[in-house]
């Protein structure tokens, strides 16, 4: 069992209100889900689409933190502002977007290469936000020996969560977690550290979070992506079932044809789901579900799904990479 606090990470383009919606219906077991980014406005205007995602009506009965792009501070303040008019009372910040197209523009991971300008960019946010203000960050933008210099400017302000993803911008998602890193954050900050990478099992979880005992906050992406009911699994409850899955399925399919309407891009979302969920199934699955990811028809993509969440068998304590061992903490 744990007393601590679990988080979904934020997945742009996956762990939206749909998906965060039938997560939290079927399987539960996560505190807060933190939203994937939005981009800033000069105005704080968020966008219709975006707003399907955030607004509270969309996120019925989770408890959700919304999570800004950007390096203006104006922006971020205007944005902000319109989130607390919408209801919420923390905004999280993403210091840790690798993808190029960001990074090249100095926000995300690229802001950690900017280190005048993130301090006077945090200096105007803590100072003109009313509301709580957490930090998602990796620990550098091409070294790992830039994170002294960059807790030394988090640690001037009053955050209230730094959530440390120990990589550095050109790891992306893969690589060994520097824990060396992501014990000088937790050594340091005085305000909490919350650890997120690479725990992709309750046995991983129990050991991570043995070792690191004082830790009350933990994120995971990719572990609850492929193994939805892990947070219930590390409370001591029951692996997913088939049902489960099946019910996870069709209401994503369905909430996502009527929002999309337009079976190409369905398709390609579930795709992405059952990539994902092959992971905790047995070798035979699997197999089918390779055959899945070849399928281009629309028909015969979810027939061949619908068989799969018929038949498909769950192997308790498999997840995301978890046979290949990645590290064992
Ligand atoms: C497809 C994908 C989308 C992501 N989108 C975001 C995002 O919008 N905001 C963010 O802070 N991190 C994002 N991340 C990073 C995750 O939140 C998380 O930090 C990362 O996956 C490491 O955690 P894990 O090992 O538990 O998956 C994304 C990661 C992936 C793989």
Known sequence: MSENQLYFAPMEGITGSIYRRAHHRIFGGVDRYYAPFIFTNPKGKISKKDLLEIAPEHNEGCWVVPQLL?????????????????????????????????????????????KEALKAFLADIFDKTDMKISLKTRIGLNRADEFDDILDIYQAFPVEMLIVHPRIRMDYYSGKPDMEAFEKASARMP??????????????????????????????????????????????????????????????????????????????????????????????????????????????????????????????GQGFHSEMEVHKF
């Open 70 to 114: 950007s390096n203006c501070a104006e922006d971020f303040i205007a944005t902000a502002h319109t989130l607390k008019g919408l209801g919420y009372d923390e905004v999280n910040l993403n210091l840790g977007c690798p993808s190029s197209t960001v990074a090249s523009k100095g926000r995300g991971s690229g802001f950690l290469g900017e």
């Open 191 to 316: 305000f909490p550290v919350c650890y997120n990478g690479d725990i992709f099992t309750a046995a991983a979880y129990g050991r991570v979070s043995e070792k690191y005992s004082d830790i009350r906050h933990w994120m995971i992406g990719r572990g609850l992506l492929s193994n939805p009911a892990l947070c219930r699994e590390i409370r001591g409850g029951d692996c997913a079932s088939r049902e489960e899955l099946a019910d996870y399925y069709h209401t994503i399919r369905d909430e996502y044809e009527v929002r999309l309407q337009g079976n190409k891009k369905v398709v390609f979302l579930m795709k992405e789901f059952w990539h994902y969920i092959s992971w905790i199934l047995s070798e035979e699955d699997r197999q089918e579900i390779d055959v899945l990811m070849h399928l281009r028809d629309g028909a015969e993509f979810f027939r061949k799904a619908e068989e799969i969440a018929a038949n498909c068998t769950v192997v308790k």
